[in-house]
């Protein structure tokens, strides 16, 4: 990882192969978010700066400040001095095109060693993720054209404890998003089950979090009925993971839940071969809840955290599930689960068969919150994109999630669990079917599923992140291509907030 450190001497004055400064969108043309910076920004607007979030400048550092050149990066329009209303709001999109505008420069400044930035005078938490996150590079199968940059240097009125605090926070949340990135970037013969377990376990003992993995034998003396189906097409056996951070005086019991399909071909019910390759990213939602746990141990946050990661292999075979069979659902000893019992309509809604099982399991510790999330559904994406993750779950919660989602840049929305749609998911054969018959308001349908298993008042939100948690377009902002480690910084979010009630 590129190195961070602060810096209270004058950004103007340090050698550097480039100082990064902020660029704000002006009525009458570019502005310098520091106005010691005036002249800088304006040889920077000869050069075409704009301003506009996003855009970056490159010029010549001679006779404006001692680095080699300087990265001039837009942050859009200036935050209202006092807005009357929407102020947190504002504030939230003002902290995140700190953000984006500190990635785009960390990415434009691949290549260079020593990389003085300004834009941790407006906010240092915010500049120091933006930056490493934009820094993060998956080089496991191939060297990058420029090696990510190597020293980042902060520029902060005073480097004390409140600083190095927020810096170390910044860090340890990029590790989480970055390991989680790394894991989804990771293809999928390299990542079968097995070894997404032992690389999830090695981790968290790492942090010394507590780790237990049931593997075939064990899922099957269990009765884990929907793991077991999914993965049974795969010659390379599901597993469950499940990871724990139990602080003394925790104040709530937090379970996190994720879908770990390491590869999801769709099973018998086979997907289209277009695009088939991107399912390597559906087990985003296990490695973010593994990274997730890991990083609350490292902040010490006074709250258990159980990470519960359902893995296996979607793939067609003589030996797969299929269409028409009747799985039973893990039964637990408590909450509703119950060993319910699933009629397949089809192969490829998998995603809810692994995670029933493991939200009955993981609700068997009795946690205060259930925080559970999935690449599940294709209708996520045509509903809300690429870039907002859908949440549902009860009220307060779901709002909650979504609201964070927003505040972190990860970008979220509530949505509903409408009565009707529920009914599609009754069974002549089973106590459900795991498609509903009628096409429409597919997230929600999956949503209401999950929520089947959830134990009655229990505070619980689902994330779909289908979209979000994997870039198959051009990088932008902080994020690269491939695994974009969403929703780490919205659980990490969330947790936080937990522990602050
Ligand atoms: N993993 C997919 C969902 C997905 C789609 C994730 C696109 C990321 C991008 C999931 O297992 C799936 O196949 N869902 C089906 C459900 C359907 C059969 C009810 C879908 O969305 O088409
Ligand atoms: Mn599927
Ligand atoms: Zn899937």
New binding site residues.
């Given amino acids: 990882m590129t190195r961070l450190s602060l810096s209270i001497a004058s950004p103007s004055t340090a050698t550097a192969d480039a100082l990064v400064i902020g660029v704000y969108q002006g009525e009458d043309g570019p502005v310098a978010a520091d106005p010691a910076f005036a002249s800088v920004a304006a040889a920077s607007t000869l050069a075409g700066a704009n301003g506009k979030p996003g855009t970056v400048t490159t010029i010549p550092g001679a006779g404006l400040v001692s680095a080699e050149r300087i990265i001039a990066v837009g942050l859009g329009r200036a935050p209202a001095a006092s807005a009357a209303d929407g102020e947190a709001d504002d504030r939230a999109v003002h902290l995140e095109r700190v953000r984006q505008a500190a990635g785009v420069a960390s990415r434009s400044a691949a290549g260079r060693g020593k990389v003085v930035s300004t834009l941790s005078t407006i906010d240092l938490g915010a500049a120091a993720e933006g930056h490493l996150l934009g820094a993060y590079v998956f080089d496991t199968y191939k060297k990058p054209g420029q090696p990510p940059v190597g020293q980042l240097v902060l520029a902060v009125p005073s480097a004390d404890k409140t600083a190095k605090a927020e810096l170390r926070r910044a860090e340890i949340t990029v590790e989480a998003v970055t390991f989680a990135r790394s894991l989804v970037n990771s293809a999928p013969n390299d990542l079968p089950p097995a070894v997404f377990a032992d690389r999830a376990s090695a981790a968290a003992r790492d942090a010394g979090l507590k780790v237990e993995v049931l593997d075939e034998k064990a899922l099957a003396k269990g009765g884990y009925g929907g793991i077991l189906g999914v993965g049974s097409g795969s010659s390379r056996p599901p597993r469950l993971v499940r990871i724990s951070y139990a602080p003394a005086g925790a104040k709530a019991t937090v379970a996190l839940v994720g879908?770990g399909?390491t590869f999801?071909s769709g099973g018998l019910s086979i997907k289209p071969a277009a695009k088939m390759d991107q399912?390597t990213s559906?087990m985003a939602g296990a490695a973010a809840v593994v990274a997730t746990a890991i990083a609350a141990a490292k902040l010490q946050l006074p709250v258990t955290v159980t990470a519960t990661a359902a893995l296996a292999e979607?793939l067609p075979s003589g030996t797969a599930y299929r269409p028409g069979d009747v799985l039973r659902h893990y039964g637990g000893t408590r909450g509703k689960g119950a060993g319910k019992t699933v009629h397949v309509l089809n192969t490829?809604a998998?995603?809810r068969l692994v995670l029933a099982d493991a939200i009955v399991r993981a609700c068997e510790d009795d946690p205060d919150y259930l925080l559970e999330t999935a690449?599940?559904t294709g209708a996520q994406v045509a509903a809300l994109g690429n870039r907002t993750m859908g949440v549902m779950g009860s009220a307060a919660l779901r709002d909650r999630v979504a609201e964070l989602a927003r505040e972190v840049g990860e970008g979220g929305w509530a949505m509903p669990l409408p009565e009707h749609l529920r009914e599609g998911l009754e069974s002549p054969l089973a106590d459900l079917a795991n498609i509903a018959g009628e096409p429409g308001g597919g997230m929600l349908v999956a949503g209401h599923y999950l929520a089947a298993f959830v134990p009655d008042g229990l505070d619980w939100a689902h994330l779909d992140v289908a979209g979000p948690a994997f870039n198959s377009g051009k990088p932008y902002g902080y994020t690269g291509p491939g695994g974009t480690g969403v929703p780490v910084r919205t659980l990490l979010a969330v947790l936080q907030d937990i522990a602050g009630r």
């Fill in positions: 879908k399909i999801d399912m559906d979607n490829d998998e995603g690449t599940l």
